[in-house]
């Protein structure tokens, strides 16, 4: 098991070394950078252009730049964000941390619905409570994010003033309770998709492993339809398990519109101003955070797999 | 004493009539806008009488405010934030509500001095006053803050030890064009500014934010924190001081409970901006209590918040959004293919029913708060079966394709794209079938600034701007060789009037001078002046004493909540 997290650990090394080299050539391809994008129309006075290129050292020949951002992140340093003048990994750290109290609920949210959903509506497949799920499933998969935030602002913030509207706290507060006032709408948000996913994705598994033979020689043996149904579930755990970890990372990667509706300051907000501003080193260093929850979160389900799954050893 | 200060004298002294003042300085070669700061040596004017103050004012803002530093953020955005902390040399007073064009007054000067042949201008700086950290505003103050921006290599001279690159590139379209050449320091509270040639925008220019932003920042912050990190410790002169910044959260900003001039302190006791990206969350921040006034909301929303009780202020102010035609397209070489397209985008309305009555119809390239502004000028009528005929005239009776380009988004772009639709229904209703092409803003602004020529085949672009100086904004927009020209091409003419309205000093012969240009353009028609944007701010009706701004600066000295 060790040897296997090492060796997987040890591949992720090479894939955000490509992730970081595609991002920095994507960079390059879209129009305009940084020093336009600090001087707005000013930009269209070519001395002034050129002296913010300078400056900025955007006037190296590409594979420089790339180098040196290489090299100052062997030595820990993300680099200096243009748009904030500060050093990325400060404004990274807390903005990962934001999100990941985010994605920490709305994965706990999508588990806990999603699974129980999924679990319940094959329990009784084509019963009310399985159509009108399904329904819903659909529904859910089908609601773009921000116009579902809009909705639940509306109605949640708005109309019934019970959640407050946007930010991870109120102003000059930093209690727990608030915080969580503030993470239930955006949180469901979020959660919406994985929810609707997990949800089908479990009925489907469950109702296939609940067909099979082994699962018809429990219940001739006379077990209770709840000791079935732990039985056949221990088997959907396996894909289960795969789809909360893709999930995970769609949640963290996906949750820019979230956070621009919602206000939450998180690393969705952070990447959409940053590319706004062609803040390079921003850009670079939250993408590869986020190939990082990717990586990491599909290595902890691998080893989950392994964990649960007896014939994955 | 110079002939200008023995007329400063007689006026202070009441021995001349203001007629009689205004008169003499003109034959001094003193021009209106140098003549308001030098009647700025009286106390600028207090603030009207409110009976309330404190509070806190919760602003909801497009956006995150660049970084806090007066001489690198650009954008009106920012110079919300920045205004309320820093204070320019020169301002312009943005409080008056009955004022059109935001007349000029002191900043932290008390008077101006000019020579008589315009070159060396005298700044006599106020006493008394104290940066928020408690260091004194001074001359020595004001050179550190201008050689902080001023990349002097521009004429042969090494930069000061302070001087900051980021600054140096963003300023240079101030000191760059100005000719500025020395900066000296005559005594502790006067500083002595030479030019290389007459610039008559000097002071007009110096009054504005962004990139012309001459505010005054605390030296002793900037060498305690460094260049690049002075911005997150802010310090300056203004009615507000720096609280706090959290980056994707809010600016808190609080009174200054020591500003040097008690008669215009701020009534607030704190002032907290918020960015929120999302327009449609804006508007929901307001309904649910959680800010209190609200910049850019979408226009369909305006009068439904005015309907459930929400103020909603809006003011001309300099911006014009305005299309501009490509010489370096066949059809478009023709005049009569201009005004065709001139006189076939029903403006009205646009401003009418896209969008709901918050912007007015643009008549001319100037902005509505420029000094020169002609209410009396008129663009072309609404006339598409003239514009037909005009098409026809030109051989192009079967109408042709055109490429236009637009930004999705972007600084007071309002909705561009529904905008550009509209503009494109327009035109096919004369025939002219109008593809859009879109970008994104920083993607649009880089095919903007590089000019119509380099992007061969596109028949149109748009941008919305606009200053406060009426004949620089001209320069910025109409001069065959100026950078921020996206046609480039040279207008008969224009170059010279240009030439000519930089050598008078006289505004009321500069003004008529930007009035001909305004007509030339309209008789040729390459830029086309489309709406105004009033700018509209829903609030609280808890929020008392806002002053909208005829300008791109928001001051919020006046608010107070309650």
Redesign the interface.
């Known amino acids: 098991m060790l040897a296997y997290a090492v060796k997987r650990t040890v591949t992720t090394v090479p894939i955000m070394l490509g992730v970081s080299v595609l991002v920095f050539l994507l960079m390059q391809l879209i129009p305009g950078n940084a020093a336009v994008a600090m001087l707005g129309p000013a930009a269209g006075n070519p001395h002034a252009l050129a002296q913010m290129e300078r400056y900025l050292g955007l006037n190296r020949p590409i594979a420089v730049q790339y180098l040196i951002w290489l090299g100052h992140l062997v030595h820990g340093n993300l680099g200096q964000s243009t748009e904030y003048s500060q050093p990325v990994a400060g404004i990274l750290a807390q903005r990962v941390h934001n999100s990941l109290i985010l994605l920490a609920a709305s994965l706990l949210l999508s588990i806990v619905f999603g699974v129980l959903i999924g679990v319940v509506s094959a329990s009784r497949p084509g019963s009310v409570f399985d159509r009108i799920a399904m329904s819903a499933c659909l529904v859910l998969a089908s609601a773009p994010t921000f116009w579902l935030g809009l909705l639940l602002l509306w109605f949640f913030a708005v109309h019934l003033r019970v959640f407050p509207e946007m930010g991870m706290y109120t102003l000059g507060q930093h209690g727990f309770f608030d915080l969580i006032r503030h993470l239930v709408l955006p949180a469901l948000a979020t959660a919406a998709i994985p929810i609707a996913v997990i949800g089908r994705l479990v009925r489907s598994s469950m109702l296939e492993v609940l067909s099979q033979p082994y699962v018809l020689a429990l219940r001739t043996r006379g077990l209770s339809t709840l000791r079935v149904h732990m039985h056949a579930f221990r088997n959907v755990l396996v894909p289960t398990v795969n789809i909360v970890a893709l999930q995970a990372g769609f949640v963290f990667g996906s949750a820019l519109y979230t956070e621009v509706v919602f206000n939450w300051p998180g690393v969705g907000l952070l990447i959409y101003n940053a590319l706004l501003a062609r803040d390079l080193a921003v850009v670079q260093a939250t993408v590869l955070v986020i190939s990082l929850v990717f990586v990491v979160f599909n290595l902890a389900a691998d080893l989950v797999r392994v964990a649960i799954d007896p014939r994955e050893r | 004493m110079t002939e200008t200060e023995q007329l400063m004298e007689a006026f202070k002294a009441g021995r001349i009539s203001r007629r009689a003042f205004l008169g003499a300085a003109a034959k001094l070669g003193i021009s209106a806008s140098l003549m308001g700061s030098l009647l700025a040596a009286f106390p600028e004017p207090g603030l009207a009488k409110s009976t309330g103050r404190g509070g806190t004012l919760?602003v909801a803002m497009e956006?995150?405010a660049?970084?806090l530093?007066p001489h690198?953020g650009?954008?009106a955005l920012t110079d919300r934030v920045l205004f309320a902390i820093f204070e320019p040399l020169i301002a312009r007073d943005l409080v008056d509500p009955r004022g059109r064009t935001g007349k000029i007054i002191p900043g932290l000067v008390q008077k101006v001095d000019l020579s008589s042949d315009h070159l060396v201008y005298t700044f006599h700086l106020k006493h008394g006053v104290k940066f928020q950290d408690g260091t004194p505003f001074d001359a020595e103050a004001v050179k550190f803050n201008i050689e902080r921006q001023w990349?002097q290599t521009?004429v042969g001279k090494k930069n000061a030890p302070w001087f900051y690159?980021?600054a140096?590139?963003?300023r240079?379209?101030v000191w760059?064009p100005s000719g500025l050449t020395s900066i000296d320091v005559v005594d502790a509270h006067t500083v002595r500014f030479t030019l290389a040639h007459p610039f008559v925008e000097f002071l007009n220019v110096m009054t504005n934010g962004?990139?012309g932003s001459t505010c005054i920042m605390s030296p002793a912050s900037v060498k305690k924190w460094g260049n690049?990190?002075v911005?997150?410790h802010p310090v300056g002169t203004g009615p507000f001081r720096f609280v706090d910044r959290?980056?994707?959260?809010?600016i808190?900003l609080e009174r200054n409970p020591s500003y040097w001039n008690p008669a215009r302190s701020a009534k607030l006791d704190q002032l907290?901006f918020?960015?929120?990206?999302?327009a449609?969350?804006r508007v929901?921040?307001l309904?649910?209590?959680?800010v209190n006034l609200v910049f850019a909301p979408e226009p369909n929303t305006v009068a439904q918040l005015k309907a459930s009780g929400y103020p909603v202020s809006m003011r001309e102010n300099p911006a014009i959004w305005f299309i501009s035609l490509s010489p370096y397209v066949k059809e478009l070489e023709d005049v009569r293919v201009r005004r065709a397209i001139a006189m076939s985008i029903d403006r009205q309305s646009m401003a009418k029913e896209l969008l709901k009555g918050t912007v007015l119809a643009a008549e001319s390239m100037q902005g509505r708060t420029c000094a020169a502004y002609d209410p009396s000028f008129r663009w072309y009528p609404y006339n598409p079966a003239e514009g037909r005929k005009l098409l026809k005239e030109a051989g192009y009776g079967k109408g042709f394709d055109l490429v236009f380009e637009i930004p999705t988004t972007g600084?007071g772009e309002i909705i561009p794209v529904p905008m550009a639709e509209w503009i494109a229904r327009d035109l096919a209703k004369i025939g002219i079938n109008v593809k859009l092409r879109t970008?994104?803003?920083?993607?649009y602004?880089?095919?903007?600034?590089r000019g119509l020529k380099e992007d061969p085949g596109v028949g149109i672009n748009q941008?919305s701007?606009g200053g406060q100086s009426s004949l620089w904004w001209l320069n910025l927009d109409f001069l065959s060789t100026?950078?921020?020209?996206?046609r480039k091409n040279r207008i008969p003419g224009v170059d010279a009037l240009l030439a000519e309205g930089e050598r008078t000093f006289d505004d009321a012969k500069r003004w008529m001078i930007c009035r001909k240009i305004d007509a030339i353009n309209k008789e040729l028609v390459w830029d086309i002046p489309i709406v105004n944007d009033l700018a509209p701010n829903p609030m609280a009706p808890n929020v008392h004493g806002f002053v909208h701004t005829p300008g791109w600066i928001q001051d919020f000295r006046t608010v107070w909540v309650g």
């Open positions: 919760v956006g995150e660049d970084v530093d690198v650009v954008g990349d521009m690159p980021k140096g590139a963003t240079s379209w760059q962004g990139p690049e990190n911005a997150n959290v980056w994707g959260s809010h808190t907290i918020r960015p929120i990206a999302s449609a969350s929901l921040a309904q649910s209590g959680e600084s970008y994104e803003w920083i993607a602004i880089t095919h903007w600034g941008m701007w100026s950078g921020f020209n996206t």
